[in-house]
Structures are given as structure tokens and as C-alpha cells.
């Protein structure tokens, strides 16, 4: 098991909304070694409820003898603000109030994200990410970070993701809000306020993460007399309990707000423009059966990224399929990276 590490900010952090935060604490993984030139850096940014150990969530990309190899790497992945795996988060205790800040956690876009992981690439020395990458969310934060300092990325890799979300996806964020609001002890302020209404919310977000085909090759019954107690009942209320024991109802919401933000168009003239700004090699990875960033979020960003390829992969897996789909992901990023 990689360490997990502690970054201590002692400044104070103005948050893109004019909030503030006194301290910050990130959480974070490294592993492999700086070659001479220290020009080997990956970065990875994680997905939504994902944690800064990426050997764990994506097993089959990151580790030995896979693409991400500590052998040729120096592999970074710090976990995000907001999040409960060891960043400031709402159970952090709000130096004010003497108090975990639930309720009151300042909002946090996608480029307070970026900003704070900034702070932790500045304290590593690190100056030039050879490859950043990321899949869902972590591609909201890669892509903004390619705009913020565009001279910093050599190589932009962007699996299932998009440039803005969607009216679609925001529908989404706030259902799940306000499913988790419809548990009363999320309003009570408790460690394990709203976690019921939490389970809930993500089962229902399981279905955008996968798709009809996928439940239909493995939650199909084989006795069609059935009238109770079907497998996809089981199945959904196992995934719900399955991130209860692990994540958290106001980390949760706080960062289902967070998603809501992601526009790299704000205050930048429009999306366009700030496409037209990033310098990396651009590979954009989108999953043909995506439900939540379809093809056109892909070709969005292909036609105003420049030096940017795009490629559509065909999975049963829908958006999941970017933590799936190994084989298909490593041989394309191998046949990006050649081609530089």
C-alpha cells in the first residue's frame, strides 16, 4: 500500500466564489522516481468519489508492468477538495466554530480544484507535467488546468468528459441534492447525517454510470416467473451500502455543487476562446456509449483544441468504461505518446 501524504497550506485560500478557507490540507500519493531532467511527471486527477490512490481505482492502468509504471514514472495523484479521503472537506473543522463545517463548507468550483493542487506541484518542485490526465471529473480538472498554466503541460489526456457540463448533467447533480435532502439528518449536521439519503442518490446515479445494455447482460433474470426479489434490486441497494461505508453525505453534495460550476468559458471570453488557449498534445478519449458526455462533448473540444486527436471507444460499460475499458485505454495513450 502507497503511503498516503499530507500537504500542509498554512496561507489562507480564497476560494473563485470570494469565500475563504484559512488552511488547507491535501491528500496525496506518490510514487516512482524524478529522472535527471525531471521531465517524467504524471499527473493523475481522479473521479468523483475517487481518493488519491489510483493503483487501487484503476488497477489495470497504474502499477507495475501497466502503462502507468513506477519504473518510468514519477506518478502524482493528489485527491480533491471537499472530498473525505484526507483533504479539507466539510469534516474539517472550521477554525471559527471550533466545529466540523458541514452545511457551511464554502462552495468550490473546478478551478479552487486545480488552484489547490497548484499549491501542492509548487511545494513538490515540480514545474512541467510531462502527461496530465484524467477521466470524468478528473478530465474537468486536467482540462482547466491546461488552460490555467498552459505552458505546464506537455501531454492532455481526457477520457469521458467535456468542457462545460451540460443542463443534462446539472439535471442530474441537483436530483441526487435533493434525494439527499430528503433525508432529515442531513440538515442535522452529524457525521453521519444524510447518509440513507446519499445511498439513494447514487443508486440512481449508477444509472447514468453504466446503461440499459449493461444491466441488461448482468442483472437479467433466468427464471422469467419471477415476481419478487429481482437481482437489480439487490444490486442497487448494494452500491448504495457499498459507498456509505466509505464516503460521506456532505462531502458528497458538496461536491455534486462543485460538478454544477464546470464552465471553462467563465469569464474567458467563452468556451471557444479558452479551448484555442491550451498548448499540450491533446488526447481526447470519449465512450461511444457514454450516457452522461456524449460525441458531440468530444467533438466540441477536438475542433478548438488545437494539435488535438480524438478518439470514440466502444463499450458495454457506458461512462464506467473509462475505468473499464484498460486495454483499449493503454493502447491508445501508448500510440499517443509514440507519436510525440
Known amino acids: 500500500m502507497i503511503e498516503t501524504q499530507i500537504y500542509h497550506h ?20 506518490s510514487f516512482g522516481k524524478l529522472n535527471s531532467t525531471r521531465s517524467n511527471v504524471v499527473w493523475i486527477c481522479h473521479a468523483f468519489t475517487a481518493d488519491s490512490h489510483p493503483e487501487d481505482w484503476w488497477p489495470g492502468m497504474v502499477g ?23 483533504s479539507t472537506s466539510p469534516l474539517s473543522i472550521n477554525p471559527l466554530m471550533g466545529k466540523p463545517y458541514y452545511r457551511d463548507f464554502p462552495l468550490l468550483t473546478v478551478r479552487d480544484l486545480v488552484a489547490a493542487h497548484l499549491l501542492l506541484a509548487k511545494y513538490l518542485k515540480i514545474e512541467t507535467i510531462h502527461l ?83 444491466y441488461r447482460l448482468t442483472q437479467s433474470e433466468s427464471d422469467d416467473n419471477m415476481l419478487y426479489n429481482f437481482k437489480v434490486d439487490s444490486y442497487q441497494r448494494y452500491q448504495g451500502e457499498k459507498l456509505a461505508k466509505r464516503f460521506n453525505a456532505y462531502s458528497y453534495y458538496t461536491l455534486l455543487k462543485m460538478l454544477d460550476t464546470h464552465d471553462i468559458g467563465r469569464k474567458r471570453g467563452g468556451a471557444i476562446n479558452a479551448l484555442k488557449q491550451i498548448r499540450a498534445k491533446t488526447l481526447i478519449l470519449g465512450i461511444e456509449s457514454d450516457l452522461l458526455f456524449f460525441i458531440e462533448d468530444q467533438m466540441f473540444m477536438y475542433q478548438f483544441i488545437p494539435n488535438a486527436k480524438l478518439v470514440m471507444i466502444q463499450s458495454d460499460y457506458g461512462h464506467d468504461g473509462f475505468l473499464l475499458e484498460n486495454e483499449k485505454i493503454s493502447n491508445e495513450l501508448s500510440a499517443f505518446v509514440e507519436r510525440d
Open 132 to 214: 496530465l490526465i484524467g477521466g470524468s471529473i478528473g478530465g474537468y480538472q486536467a482540462i482547466e488546468w491546461a488552460i490555467m498554466k498552459p505552458n505546464m503541460i506537455e501531454h492532455l489526456i481526457m477520457i469521458a468528459s467535456g468542457a462545460k457540463t451540460s443542463p443534462w448533467r446539472r439535471a442530474h447533480n441537483s436530483t441526487q441534492r435533493m434525494i439527499i435532502e430528503a433525508d432529515k439528518t442531513y440538515f442535522e449536521d452529524i457525521p453521519m447525517g444524510g447518509l440513507n439519503g446519499m445511498k439513494a442518490a447514487r443508486s440512481m446515479a449508477l444509472l447514468s454510470y453504466r446503461n440499459e445494455k449493461t
Open 64 to 86: 507495475e508492468n501497466k502503462f502507468f509504471s513506477p519504473d518510468k514514472y514519477f506518478i502524482v495523484c493528489a485527491n480533491i477538495l471537499g472530498s473525505n479521503y484526507g
Open 10 to 29: 498554512l496561507g489562507a485560500f480564497k476560494t473563485e466564489s470570494g469565500d475563504q478557507l484559512s488552511e488547507l490540507e491535501i491528500a496525496f500519493t
